[in-house]
């Protein structure tokens, strides 16, 4: 790849150049419609952008509360990732040819204990992800276990149950 590759922290990212970005790596929120999906540009602790030139092609947004953070959003343009991806989608980063991911990672860890973080916490997407996550610093903590609660667009109606 011959691309020169910027890294920004808390750059200016209009709406539509989010969303546009949402759209062409088939990222979920783009099921949202442009004014939901972009919200996050409001509300986000930290972002640390990757760019090539002017297009956004990576990113990651964090949630800092002065002590712990979590690492919300970590995603990389399809086709920045590598060739032969199994689900053609920028939320999973798969793979890493580039380094772009691993670059983006490192630089968030970092921002986020310039902030005084303590632990970081992210969630991978099965083996797909686990050389992507652990490249940029993560380790795996077997005493944590996840749990969520889906409503997001690409989540089918009848995994959702109000009965909490």
Known sequence: ???????????KILKQELFDFYQENSICEEGYGIDIATRVLSFTSLIVAAFDGDKLIGISRSMFDGVTADLVEFCIGIEYQGQNLEYDNGSIIEKDD???????????INELLDMGAHFVSTIAF??????????????????????VYEKRPYVPLDRHSNDV
């Open 1 to 11: 790849m011959d691309r020169t590759i910027t890294y920004k922290v808390n750059p």
């Open 98 to 108: 580039f380094g772009i991911a691993a670059e983006l990672g490192k630089r968030t």
């Open 126 to 147: 099965e083996e797909a992800e686990k050389n992507t996550i652990t490249s940029a610093g993560f380790t795996r903590n077997d005493g944590h276990i996840n749990y």
